[in-house]
């Protein structure tokens, strides 16, 4: 039976499914406003250099505080397997709740707002959804809408371990949050937060009415300066470059985590996501230039030698056919229903 169940297929991969050919993207255009942005993402490979110097205080982060999960841990009968479960890994991306600036239907940016009432509901509904999947450590952006998505959900699941976030910005931030005890250390998921992982800068659009824009300076400009590959708005960056920080972040300090076998969740954004999903699904700069995410609709992949397979959206934790995907996830899931 449990065979049968994990043979099962899951959903459709249901949130961004507006994949259609857009005519803007053939009228992409080279413009001044891009040697502005090239010294925005200038700025960004000097951060990352001092990011990389801080990736061994990060992986020794995760794993000081994420010790193998004994609901992971495999039990006598599947011991055998255990060199094949070590190379597969759960993936979960989870774009924030609505926030107040989504609301009010602003350009957001990496203006720091948090979520509205609806938001932390999407959050949630989307921990509910991913409540009996392993999760070893957690990156979110350095927003706040992010990181109160990736808390709230985090607080539905039913292994009930407590996400902590990490504070690596100085020694006096690391010994001040230093946990001593082993076995609380066990109960806690590390939260990483990564400013490569935040929204796309949108340069002088931040705060302006996306109607109003539209209204102002014509549906097409604002539609290829939110949805071109390589045009950025405004003294902002484009999708191409915040494709650039968000997808090196993610194969420098996310693909390892994932390769040691620790199941990951990233809490981000719409266009951060977008440029992670083009990465994971190997989409065109033509495919994702239509990919839209919605709101806390979380997605599920398996990483699986070398590879990322595309799961789903997890429907809810008694969705029978969600925790079909593989045979290691559904032994998690029966574990968690002996246990608690
Ligand atoms: O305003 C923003 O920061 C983003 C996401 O809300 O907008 P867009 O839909 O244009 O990517």
Not at 15 to 26: I, R
Request: aromatic content about 6%; proline content about 4%.
């Amino acid at each position: 039976m449990a065979a049968k169940v994990c043979q099962q297929a899951i959903g459709t991969f249901q949130p961004e499914s507006l994949l259609k050919n857009s005519k803007n993207h053939q009228n992409l255009r080279n413009n001044s406003i891009r040697l502005i942005a090239k010294d925005f993402s200038s700025c960004n490979s000097l951060s990352r250099r001092a990011d990389q110097r801080n990736s061994r205080i990060i992986r020794s982060s995760a794993s000081q505080t994420s010790v193998v999960d004994p609901v992971l841990s495999p039990s006598r009968s599947s011991r055998r397997d255990s060199s094949k479960k070590s190379n597969e890994a759960a993936l979960i991306l989870i774009r924030h709740g609505e926030s107040l600036w989504n609301e009010k239907n602003l350009f957001t940016g990496c203006v720091d707002v948090p979520l509205t009432n609806k938001g932390i509901d999407e959050a949630i509904e989307a921990g509910k959804r991913i409540s009996s999947i392993p999760v070893d450590v957690i990156f979110t952006s350095a927003l706040i809408r992010a990181q109160m998505t990736a808390m709230l959900a985090m607080t539905q699941h039913r292994r009930r371990k407590v996400p902590i976030i990490i504070h690596n910005e100085s020694e006096q931030a690391r010994a001040w949050s230093q946990i001593f005890s082993e076995d609380t250390k066990k109960q806690s998921i590390p939260v990483i937060t990564a400013w490569q992982l935040n929204e796309r800068m949108y340069g002088e659009l931040q705060g302006l009415n996306k109607q109003e824009t539209a209204d102002r300076y014509g549906k097409e400009q604002v539609h290829e300066w939110r949805r071109s590959y390589d045009t950025p708005p405004p003294n902002g960056e484009s999708l191409e470059m915040c494709a650039e920080r968000a997808v090196a972040y993610f194969r420098e300090q996310i693909e390892p985590q994932l390769s040691s076998g620790k199941n990951v969740m990233i809490a981000a954004h719409g266009n951060s996501l977008r440029s992670i999903i083009m990465y994971l699904d190997k989409l065109t700069s033509q495919e994702v230039i239509s990919l839209e995410l919605s709101t806390g609709i979380p997605m599920l992949y398996i990483f699986k030698e070398g590879k990322f397979i595309r799961r789903g959206s997890p429907i809810g934790p008694s969705e029978a056919g969600v925790y079909a995907y593989t045979r290691r996830l559904a032994l998690y899931r029966q574990k968690l229903d002996e246990m608690y």
